[in-house]
């Protein structure tokens, strides 16, 4: 038995990746289970990013990279931030890290301290409260509801500042509900903000593109805020890039200095292929990935289709991202077979075990009454696991 650290105990378990973790386990022992758990993009990484990456190797970018990124990438991120979202950074104000992952943590390492809290609107992604928690700041939970489409309403954000709020995160798209906050709600939510000039907002953009109701607004374009706000995204979503692990962020420069000390003890810069592949990824036009999109788009609508069929499940339609995330409630309380459903976490084990579909608890995002599905999935896959989500449910 070894003592490992209150640091590491006090941590709870990605719960994406153990039900990916699991999924995978299952599958070895032989069992047909479809992953609806986890996150990631089913399709192969564009073949004009991967022979970037080739080119990369066969021209020897071997060597440690500057530790906040290659030059060429800042200014392809800086390029991407003005096409694509109206934002002016310069290279000071750009960290390139191993995923939007490690953007998030750096970006909590550097401004937290002890008992600074951090808000945090529900559904949140699974990672962040674990992240604040590590940093040694109190996630601040803004429950919201499949009634008031998983938006945080200004009234509710004024109501959850305390004098010891230090931030304010986010993810629009939303991972795991999908809502897209429009330019006029991020306003509302910012014209609260500008009352309490001391709180930093991480606006989590890194399924930007993959929006289905329109533009995509961001935090930064707002004049007042473009000094309070970091902006994280990455290529892991949208350009099917989930194992290549880059991300990036658009900061103040005092802030980014203080993310790049951080990563140059912890990790140095990220990979040398991946970060070239990246440049070339930036630099293409989105219409070079609008195929991926459409797709999503389209088994969106199955997914929600299929769903919506099923006696049980409250939805919302969402507006981005390839997440659905239903209310399940109406199960609670009730035996389905052998299985006493008390919560989200029950149901979405007796999906598993009983429909051999791999859900997310909403548990592991604040949202206690919800389930994920993600339909980053094929359409047989999608078509199948609702048919047996239907029919586990009718025989129980
Ligand atoms: N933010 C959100 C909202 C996500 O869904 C993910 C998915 N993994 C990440 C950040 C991290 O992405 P990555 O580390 O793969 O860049
Ligand atoms: N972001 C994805 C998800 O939410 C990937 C898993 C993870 O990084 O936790 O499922």
Redesign the pocket.
């Known amino acids: 038995m070894y003592q490992l650290s209150d640091r590491i105990n006090n941590m709870s378990t990605s719960q ?1 990746l153990a039900m990916a973790a699991k999924t995978r386990e299952l599958k070895a022992e032989g069992k047909d289970i479809i992953g609806l758990s986890l ?1 990631e993009p089913d399709f192969n990484t564009p073949d004009f990013i991967k022979e970037a990456a080739i080119q990369a190797i066969n021209d020897n970018y071997n060597s440690y990279t500057p530790v906040d990124g290659y030059v060429e990438l800042k200014d392809a991120i800086i390029n991407k931030f003005k096409r694509d979202n109206g934002l002016t950074y310069d290279r000071s104000q750009i960290v390139v890290s ?7 943590a750096n970006v909590a390492m550097v401004m937290l301290n002890p008992g600074d809290e951090v808000i945090l609107p529900c559904p949140y ?1 699974v ?1 962040y409260a674990e992240i604040v928690k590590l940093a040694e700041g109190v996630p601040v939970e803004v429950p919201t509801s499949v009634e008031s489409d998983f938006k945080m309403t200004p009234q509710q954000l004024e109501a959850a500042i305390t004098p010891k709020t230090k931030m304010l995160w986010y ?1 629009s798209p ?2 795991p509900s999908g809502m897209v906050y429009s330019k006029d709600e991020l306003r509302a939510l910012a014209d609260v903000l500008v009352k309490h000039p001391n709180i930093i907002v991480v606006s ?1 953009e ?2 930007e593109h993959i929006n289905f109701v329109g533009e995509h607004a961001s935090m930064a374009q707002f004049e007042d805020m473009y000094d309070r706000v970091v902006t ?1 995204n ?4 949208a350009f099917a890039m ?1 194992g290549w ?3 990036y962020i658009g900061a103040p420069a005092e802030i980014a200095r203080a993310c790049n000390k951080m990563q140059g003890q912890i990790t140095s810069g990220a990979n040398c292929i991946a970060q070239r592949a990246v440049i070339t990824a930036l630099e293409a036009p989105v219409s070079k990935i609008q195929y991926m999109i459409d797709r999503f788009k389209s088994r969106r609508k199955l997914i929600i289709d299929l769903l919506s069929d099923i006696p049980g499940f409250t939805i919302t339609e969402p507006e981005g ?1 390839f997440y659905v995330f239903p209310d399940v409630s109406y199960f609670f309380g009730k035996t389905l077979n052998d299985y006493e459903i008390k919560d989200a976490t029950d149901f979405s084990m007796f999906l598993l075990e009983r429909a051999l579909v791999a859900t997310v608890t909403g548990d592991a995002f604040g949202s206690p009454n919800c389930i994920r599905l993600s339909y980053a999935a094929s359409e047989t896959e999608i078509e199948e696991a609702m048919k047996r989500i239907k029919n586990a449910l009718s025989e129980a």
């Open positions: 994406t996150g191993t995923g939007a992952k490690q953007s998030l992604w990672s993810s939303s991972n989590d890194i399924y994280v990455g290529v892991s979503k989930t692990r880059i991300g991202a």
